[in-house]
């Protein structure tokens, strides 16, 4: 939304996940329990965040179904969390992301 106040006319939106997966906020509300008698506003936030996400990601939807925005997300994540370290699965998602992203100059460059 700020792309666009900026004057932007096309904007690209890079997941992290796949489109259609909301976030869920049971892992961040677990941290943010041990995170709020030291660091409250960061506590907040983190409880915060599931939502915030899933609601960016509806608006961003909204914008592609208007021709405004390209979402770029893997279809799926090949096992890879936050956490993980495996460099296989970890190497699968870098080449599908690095395929994915052909889509970002077409979406930009060739529409026109």
Do not use: W
Request: aromatic fraction near 8%; hydrophobic fraction near 30%; include cysteine.
């Amino acid at each position: 939304e700020k792309a666009f106040q900026l004057g932007c006319d096309q904007v690209v939106v890079i997941l992290t996940k796949p489109e259609h997966e909301l976030r869920t906020p049971q892992k961040d509300e677990k941290l943010a329990i041990y995170m709020r008698k030291k660091y409250p506003a960061a506590a907040e936030g983190l409880c915060q965040r599931a939502m915030r996400y899933n609601k960016g990601v509806a608006l961003a939807q909204e914008y592609a179904k208007q021709g405004k925005a390209l979402i770029v997300s893997p279809d799926d994540t090949c096992g890879v969390d936050t956490l993980k370290k495996n460099k296989s699965s970890l190497q699968r998602l870098y080449e599908k992301g690095y395929k994915d992203g052909e889509k970002i100059s077409n979406y930009l460059y060739n529409e026109r």
